[in-house]
């Protein structure tokens, strides 16, 4: 079997438009478990809203959360890889918001805090399927370790505050996008890739056994390091660009596609 490890981003990969995982896909998952290959999630959600992901797929292996600040166990909680945005990072980005008045979400022992209610919070919470805390004092948390910060606003005013933000922190953390509206700090080794390498030596596999599937920005590390890196039909097009492989979008049941083609087909 040349793949042994397969790592799947969610959001606009694994998932369709409706959130919804086709049956096919289902199906094409299950016997590529059934013969041995692991499988595990790739996402910049938090690990509680992941593991809502596994269950519907019968998963059993550690979970890549935070953009791979975090690799978590299902069974027993146990934690393998960890990665803390640095402190100082976290206090200049709240003190930046603060200033800007922008929306900033933070994760404290896999709970999501923000400062107050409004529409940016609660469409997140929604697309993630997670709840969230309030806490107006939110500075207060800076203190505390976390494995990611983001900032929610517009795709534009993203994008003309990145070169500021890279100036002053781009030696101290890793800033990628999962979404065009999601602008998102980790520690420098928090990146899908580190962790995509991690798990394949805990699995005893190479890099080369490895295909990592995904969409966006914060895919690009993962794509790197895997022996098969695929970008979706809909991926951002400099994702494409890397790309051992494209695949079908979301809708079209791509990641079906994927393992079928590289997987399945070797053990038909």
Same mark, same amino acid.
């Given at each position: 079997?040349?793949?042994?490890?397969?790592?799947?981003?969610? %959001?606009?990969?694994?998932?369709?438009?409706?959130?919804?995982?086709?049956?096919?896909?289902?199906?094409?998952?299950?016997?590529?478990?059934?013969?041995?290959?692991?499988?595990?999630?790739?996402?910049?959600?938090?690990?509680?809203?992941?593991?809502?992901?596994?269950?519907?797929?019968?998963?059993?292996?550690?979970?890549?959360?935070?953009?791979?600040?975090?690799?978590?166990?299902?069974?027993?909680?146990?934690?393998?890889?960890?990665?803390?945005?640095?402190?100082?990072?976290?206090?200049?980005?709240?003190?930046?918001?603060?200033?800007? &008045?922008? &929306?900033?979400?933070?994760?404290?022992?896999?709970?999501?805090?923000?400062?107050?209610?409004?529409?940016?919070?609660?469409?997140?919470?929604?697309?993630? %399927?997670?709840?969230?805390?309030?806490?107006?004092?939110?500075?207060?948390?800076?203190?505390?370790?976390?494995?990611?910060?983001?900032?929610? %606003?517009?795709?534009?005013?993203?994008?003309?505050?990145?070169?500021?933000?890279?100036?002053?922190?781009?030696?101290?953390?890793?800033?990628?996008?999962?979404?065009?509206?999601?602008?998102?700090?980790?520690?420098?080794?928090?990146?899908?890739?580190?962790?995509?390498?991690?798990?394949?030596?805990?699995?005893?596999?190479?890099? %080369?056994?490895?295909?990592?599937?995904?969409?966006?920005?914060?895919?690009?590390?993962?794509?790197?390091?895997?022996?098969?890196?695929?970008?979706?039909?809909?991926?951002?097009?400099?994702?494409?660009?890397?790309?051992?492989?494209?695949?079908?979008?979301?809708?079209?049941?791509?990641?079906?596609?994927?393992?079928?083609?590289?997987?399945?087909?070797?053990?038909?």
């Amino acid at each position: 079997m040349k793949y042994k490890m397969l790592a799947i981003d969610v %959001d606009d990969t694994l998932i369709d438009d409706q959130k919804r995982i086709s049956d096919d896909t289902r199906q094409a998952l299950a016997r590529a478990l059934a013969i041995g290959v692991r499988v595990t999630l790739a996402t910049g959600r938090m690990h509680a809203s992941a593991k809502q992901i596994a269950a519907q797929l019968k998963l059993n292996v550690p979970l890549i959360s935070y953009q791979g600040a975090l690799i978590k166990n299902l069974e027993d909680g146990a934690v393998l890889y960890e990665r803390h945005v640095p402190i100082d990072a976290v206090q200049f980005l709240f003190d930046y918001a603060e200033r800007r &008045h922008l &929306h900033i979400q933070a994760y404290v022992d896999d709970e999501l805090y923000v400062k107050e209610d409004n529409e940016k919070i609660q469409a997140y919470s929604r697309l993630s %399927d997670v709840p969230y805390r309030i806490e107006p004092d939110i500075e207060k948390l800076s203190r505390l370790p976390m494995p990611k910060v983001i900032i929610i %606003d517009e795709p534009d005013k993203l994008d003309s505050l990145m070169p500021e933000l890279i100036e002053q922190l781009g030696e101290q953390v890793h800033i990628t996008k999962s979404k065009p509206n999601f602008l998102e700090f980790m520690h420098k080794e928090g990146t899908k890739g580190h962790a995509v390498a991690y798990l394949a030596k805990h699995f005893n596999c190479s890099l %080369d056994e490895v295909i990592g599937i995904g969409d966006s920005w914060n895919d690009k590390e993962m794509l790197e390091v895997a022996g098969l890196g695929v970008a979706m039909g809909n991926a951002v097009q400099p994702l494409k660009e890397i790309a051992d492989y494209i695949t079908h979008t979301n809708n079209e049941d791509g990641v079906c596609h994927v393992v079928e083609k590289f997987i399945l087909s070797d053990n038909d």
